[in-house]
T-cell receptor, first 115, second 113 residues
Framework: DQQVKQNSPSLSVQEGRISILNCDYT??????FLWYKKYPAEGPTFLIS?????DKNEDGRFTVFLNKSAKHLSLHIVPSQPGDSAVYFC??????????????FGQGTTLQVKP | EPEVTQTPSHQVTQMGQEVILRCVPI?????FYWYRQILGQKVEFLVS????????KSEIFDDQFSVERPDGSNFTLKIRSTKLEDSAMYFC???????????FGEGSRLTVL
């Protein structure tokens, strides 16, 4: 089941630069998308979300862009900080047919921010 | 800040034994979930629970799995007869409503020998 895909297993950027994490999805019924960050030995922590009625949502250093026609979303972190080093998961849900809150996760991208 | 708490943090069990993983969701949340992550794989949905019943479950959640909210604060996942392939990190999550973000606990690592 590859409904949500993060094709880059890892990304390395220099502190202060922009980090761009990408995510693709195949299910056109998805209408809500989220990014989670995960440190080792911890649970996923919610970062930012976007509804399909928007194409951009910004929260401080984090911005999520949604391109529905391409079924693609991305998370921009600027400026990147060493504390941002973690695994980032993209997740999606289909609220139109289900209000159960079920999320479908991507495989994750490990971000390393070098000082 | 309110958080989801899970116990135990790590459990080792023999194949065929029953395991109960416990979770205390955030107190004003109404929706509860179990997810799992096998080492090196995706975080996978197992089950969602609302109003004292299962609202959705995945094909992974077969008859050997069950969930319960035995009192006003705990939410449990029971695996009746564990298999080697049940070894994973199990995450409990809760949310205020059936849409929006889920808040995850730190996970319970289950090792089946």
């Amino acid at each position: 089941d590859q409904q949500v895909k993060q094709n880059s297993p890892s990304l390395s950027v220099q502190e202060g630069r922009i980090s761009i994490l990408n995510c693709d999805y195949t299910n056109s019924m998805f209408d809500y998308f989220l990014w989670y960050k995960k440190y080792p030995a911890e649970g996923p922590t919610f970062l930012i979300s976007i509804s399909s009625i928007k194409d951009k949502n910004e929260d401080g250093r984090f911005t999520v862009f949604l391109n529905k026609s391409a079924k693609h979303l991305s998370l921009h972190i600027v400026p990147s900080q060493p504390g941002d080093s973690a695994v980032y998961f993209c997740a999606a849900s289909d609220h139109g047919s289900s209000n159960t809150g079920k999320l479908i996760f991507g495989q994750g991208t490990t971000l390393q921010v070098k000082p | 800040e309110p958080e989801v708490t899970q116990t135990p943090s790590h459990q080792v069990t023999q194949m065929g034994q029953e395991v109960i993983l416990r979770c205390v969701p955030i107190s004003n949340h109404l929706y509860f979930y179990w997810y799992r992550q096998i080492l090196g794989q995706k975080v996978e949905f197992l089950v969602s629970f609302y109003n004292n019943e299962i609202s959705e479950k995945s094909e992974i959640f077969d008859d050997q799995f069950s969930v319960e909210r035995p009192d006003g604060s705990n939410f449990t996942l029971k695996i009746r007869s564990t298999k080697l392939e049940d070894s994973a990190m199990y995450f409990c999550a809760s949310s205020e409503r059936g849409t929006g973000e889920l808040f995850f606990g730190e996970g319970s690592r289950l090792t089946v020998l």
